[in-house]
């Protein structure tokens, strides 16, 4: 990225819209100029300037709520950045993940990042086991009784097409699945990395 092509606004400051890089979701609206750009490519954290206080500050550098960057570019007419980000913690200075946690409209709720959603939940109750859970009791009984649902699932989803159910069929994909994640928390795969290898299988 050069500064060349950035159009930085009459205080010298472009806008910069932080996206978690695994989930897509948009975690805060700040403002860089020349120098907090600099430092957040040469550091590979994030760093802003703050209008209120005329000043750059490092996110995180007091809560540990750190933004690690992945990807950074800009729009089409060069005057706003894309900030593509592991976040460290909560990017709200509310403790929320987001800054825009307040919703004003919605149609119906969002799905984008349900499948991340419920592999973390499903990460929680291995670490913090509830008595009546399904995934806890998953997570008691071991592998075995994990892949045999599995392999339960997985024939009751060929059972679902055969029948022409949609419904079905999509009823069975979903318990396919959540039992397919309960086996990938316990055998140490992430999300991300079935991510990276479907990204592989595009070339």
């Given at each position: 990225?050069?500064?060349?092509?950035?159009?930085?606004?009459?205080?010298?400051?472009?806008?910069?819209?932080?996206?978690?890089?695994?989930?897509?979701?948009?975690?805060?609206?700040?403002?860089?100029?020349?120098?907090?750009?600099?430092?957040?490519?040469?550091?590979?954290?994030t760093w802003f300037f703050s209008r209120s206080r005329q000043e750059l500050w490092h996110k995180g550098a007091t809560s540990g709520n750190r933004q690690l960057v992945k990807r950074m570019s800009f729009d089409c007419d060069?005057?706003?950045?894309?900030?593509?980000?592991?976040?460290?913690?909560?990017?709200?200075?509310?403790?929320?993940?987001?800054?825009?946690?307040?919703?004003?409209?919605?149609?119906?709720?969002?799905?984008?990042?349900?499948?991340?959603?419920?592999?973390?939940?499903?990460?929680?109750?291995?670490?913090?086991?509830?008595?009546?859970?399904?995934?806890?009791?998953?997570?008691?009984?071991?592998?075995?009784?994990?892949?045999?649902?599995?392999?339960?699932?997985?024939?009751?989803?060929?059972?679902?097409?055969?029948?022409?159910?949609?419904?079905?069929?999509?009823?069975?994909?979903?318990?396919?699945?959540?039992?397919?994640?309960?086996?990938?928390?316990?055998?140490?795969?992430?999300?991300?990395?079935?991510?990276?290898?479907?990204?592989?299988?595009?070339?």
């Open positions: 990225m050069t500064f060349e092509k950035i159009t930085f606004d009459d205080q010298g400051l472009v806008p910069a819209i932080v996206q978690d890089e695994k989930t897509g979701e948009v975690l805060m609206l700040a403002y860089m100029n020349q120098e907090a750009l600099q430092k957040t490519m040469d550091t590979k954290e060069q005057d706003a950045i894309l900030v593509e980000v592991n976040p460290l913690g909560p990017a709200c200075h509310k403790g929320e993940k987001t800054c825009f946690f307040e919703t004003v409209f919605e149609e119906e709720p969002s799905s984008r990042t349900v499948v991340h959603e419920v592999a973390a939940s499903i990460q929680n109750r291995r670490e913090n086991p509830v008595e009546g859970s399904y995934t806890s009791y998953l997570f008691r009984e071991g592998i075995d009784k994990v892949l045999k649902k599995v392999g339960e699932e997985s024939s009751e989803v060929i059972i679902g097409a055969k029948n022409e159910d949609q419904q079905e069929l999509t009823s069975e994909l979903s318990d396919l699945l959540y039992h397919s994640l309960v086996l990938m928390e316990i055998a140490g795969v992430k999300v991300e990395d079935v991510k990276r290898e479907l990204v592989k299988r595009q070339k």
